[in-house]
C-alpha cells in the first residue's frame, strides 16, 4: 500500500507544472456562467485526448432547469468571442444556448461502484486588478476577458479536475467501477447544478466528491474533511411596472416603480428574524428611472435569501415575495419575479470524510486536518450531493487549504497554487481507497 502513496506522489508532483498551465489558461481566458464556451471546449479537447468518454450540451444539463442564463445576444457574443481565443467549433456547437459544462467518464467495465467528483469552471462578473502588485497581471496571466475574472478558483479548480482525471486514467487497470468527471457550468449565482441534477447524471452515484480552494482552510497543507453549514438559498430578479409622466405638470397620472422598489428594498431589509436558525437577506442591485423629469415607470431590483435549512430560506422567500406585492400595490404598479438560482442545505457524510481523512495523513504537504468545517456561504454542488444521498450513496465537500492574495470574489484574488497538486492528490487517493472497499 505504501508503494501507492509513493506512486500518486510522483506522479502528480510531475504533473504540477501542466496543472499551473491549466490553471493560468483558465483565468486568463476568465468566462462567466453559462458562456464558459473556450473553457467547455478546452477541457473537453484535453478528455478526449486522455481517452474518456466525454459528454456535452443536452446530455448534461436539462434545458428547462437552467436558471439565470444570459440572453440570446450576450451568448452569441460570447459563443463568437470564445471561438475567436481558441474554443473548438465541433464542440462549441453542442453548446448554443448557453449548454456549457463537460463530463468525462472512466468505465472500467469491471464491475465496482461509481465516484463522481464535481468540479466548477465558472469565472465571476468583474473587473481584475490591474496592477503590477497583483501576480496574474505580473506574470502574463490577468484576464482578457473585460467584466469577467476568477475570483473564486474555480480556474484551480478546473485544473486540478483535470489532472485527477489523467492520474485515474493511468491507473485504469487497477480499477473498478466506473468515475464521472463533472466540470459544472454556472456554480456563481447558484444557477447551473440543478440542471445537471435534472438530466439524470447523478441518479445512479454511490460516492459523491467536491470540494473548494479556500474558505475556512486558509493555509496551504491544511484540508478539511467534513464540511456543513451551506446556506440553502433563492436569488431572484424583480421587476416593477408603473407609468410614467411629467413630474412638474401631471405627477398624478404617474405610477411611480421607483418608489415602489424602494419601499420593497427598505421592509425586505427588516425580514431577517426566527427562532429556528440564521436567515439572509439581500438586495443587491436596485435601478430606477430614465430621467430627473419624469415618474419613474420601470424598477429593477436583484436580490437573494438565505437560511440555515431549506424550510428558514422557504419562509424568508416567500414572506420577501409578500413585501414586493405589498410595496407594488401601494404604489399601484405590476409586478414579476423570476427564479434566477437556488442551492440547499447540505451535509458531508462522516464514514466517507474519515476515508479521506486517512488518506490525507499519508499525503507529505499536508500538516493539518481539519474534521469538520463550516462553509456559511451557499453551493449549488449541494443538489448533487443531497441527490447522492437521497438514493443511498454518500457524499462529501472537501476544503483545500491556500494561502489567498485577497478574498473570495474581490478584484484582487489570487491563491499559493500549491493547493492545485496536493488537492488532486487528496482526491485521487480518495477515489483508490474509495474504489477498493467497492470491489467485489
Ligand atoms: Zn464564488
Ligand atoms: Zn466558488
Request: proline residues 1%; charged residues 25%; aromatic residues 8%.
Amino acid at each position: 500500500m505504501n508503494n501507492i502513496y509513493k506512486d500518486i506522489d510522483r506522479v502528480v508532483d510531475l504533473l504540477e507544472k501542466e496543472i499551473i498551465e491549466f490553471r493560468r489558461d483558465f483565468h486568463k481566458y476568465a468566462e462567466v456562467g453559462w458562456t464558459e464556451f473556450r473553457t467547455s471546449s478546452k477541457i473537453t479537447e484535453y478528455l478526449e485526448k486522455m481517452g474518456l468518454e466525454v459528454k456535452l450540451g443536452g446530455e448534461i444539463l436539462n434545458k428547462e432547469s437552467m436558471m439565470g442564463v444570459p440572453s440570446e445576444e450576450e451568448l452569441k457574443k460570447h459563443m463568437q468571442r470564445a471561438l475567436e481565443q481558441g474554443a473548438v467549433k465541433k464542440y462549441t456547437e453542442k453548446m448554443y444556448g448557453g449548454l456549457t459544462g463537460v463530463v468525462g467518464i472512466l468505465d472500467t467495465k469491471i464491475q465496482g461502484p461509481t465516484t463522481a467528483f464535481r468540479f466548477d469552471i465558472d469565472a465571476n462578473d468583474g473587473i481584475e486588478n490591474n496592477s503590477l502588485d497583483h501576480r496574474p497581471k505580473k506574470e502574463g496571466f490577468l484576464s482578457v476577458n473585460s467584466g469577467a475574472m476568477h475570483a473564486c478558483g474555480h480556474d484551480g479548480h478546473a485544473a486540478i479536475g483535470l489532472t485527477v482525471a489523467k492520474v485515474l486514467k493511468s491507473m485504469e487497470s487497477k480499477l473498478c467501477g466506473k468515475f464521472v468527471f463533472i466540470f459544472q457550468p454556472a456554480e456563481e449565482g447558484a444557477r447551473g447544478a440543478y440542471s445537471i441534477v435534472k438530466s439524470g447524471l447523478l441518479d445512479e452515484v454511490d460516492y459523491f466528491l467536491s470540494g473548494h480552494i479556500g474558505f475556512a482552510a486558509n493555509k496551504l497543507g491544511q484540508i478539511v474533511c467534513n464540511t456543513d453549514g451551506f446556506l440553502s438559498t433563492t436569488k431572484f430578479d424583480v421587476s416593477f411596472k408603473g407609468k410614467s409622466s411629467h413630474a412638474g405638470a401631471s405627477p398624478q397620472n404617474g405610477k411611480n416603480a421607483l418608489l415602489g422598489a424602494a419601499s420593497a428594498a427598505l421592509n425586505l431589509h427588516t425580514l431577517c428574524q426566527h427562532e429556528e436558525g440564521a436567515t439572509r437577506i439581500n438586495v443587491g442591485v436596485l435601478n430606477a428611472g430614465t430621467g430627473r423629469n419624469v415618474v419613474p415607470e420601470y424598477a429593477e431590483m436583484k436580490l437573494e435569501t438565505r437560511g440555515e435549512t431549506d424550510s428558514l430560506n422557504q419562509y424568508v422567500t416567500s414572506r420577501a415575495i409578500d413585501i414586493i406585492k405589498g410595496a407594488a400595490m401601494m404604489h399601484g404598479l405590476e409586478y414579476k419575479v423570476k427564479v434566477v438560482g437556488r442551492a440547499q442545505r447540505g451535509k458531508s457524510d462522516k464514514e466517507l470524510s474519515k476515508i479521506i481523512e486517512e488518506q490525507a495523513k499519508n499525503i507529505g504537504e499536508v500538516d493539518e486536518i481539519v474534521e469538520y468545517a463550516k462553509l456559511t456561504g451557499s453551493e449549488d454542488a449541494t443538489y448533487m450531493m443531497n441527490k447522492v444521498q437521497e438514493n443511498g450513496g454518500k457524499a462529501v465537500y472537501l476544503m483545500f487549504g491556500t494561502k489567498k492574495a485577497a478574498d473570495h470574489h474581490n478584484s484582487s484574488f489570487d491563491f499559493d497554487e500549491g493547493v492545485l497538486k496536493i488537492a488532486t492528490k487528496v482526491y485521487v487517493l480518495s477515489a483508490i481507497k474509495i474504489n477498493e472497499r467497492g470491489r467485489i
